[in-house]
């Protein structure tokens, strides 16, 4: 999808961005890539949240797309989730918040149900943690 997406450059690319949204069960709109290093301190935080929880690259239904350099594209995703911030997160089809939002989830608890309810479980389930201890600072 990312390829399929990039390649599209100067096309209105909404119809493309929400295609692949409706595509898979989780998707996380960031600039860069959580793997290899994203590119503003905000996605960390998000990025490590997830990463807890077991989403990383790999999980079926999970798909990161990388706005960076490519001005344009954030802009599509702006415009579809009517919010300004990324990274952005994607469950079922539905925004469910940048990274302020996702960094709140899992401190707070509601991650895993979220991520259950899209049809991924978290390695966090059953946990001391959930809703307990806040583990990622901004």
Known sequence: ???????AR???RLQLVKEMINSFKLVYIVQ???????RHYTAEHSTQALKMHGIVRGIEGYMVLNVADDEELEDTCIELSECTWMPQLW???KFVGDWRHVTDMHNDGPMVAMLEGCGLSSKLKG????GKTPVVKY
């Open 1 to 7: 999808w990312q390829e399929k997406i990039s390649s």
């Open 10 to 12: 100067g096309t209105d």
């Open 32 to 38: 860069g890539d959580p793997k290899t290093g994203v």
């Open 91 to 93: 469950a079922g089809g």
């Open 127 to 130: 946990c001391y943690y959930e």
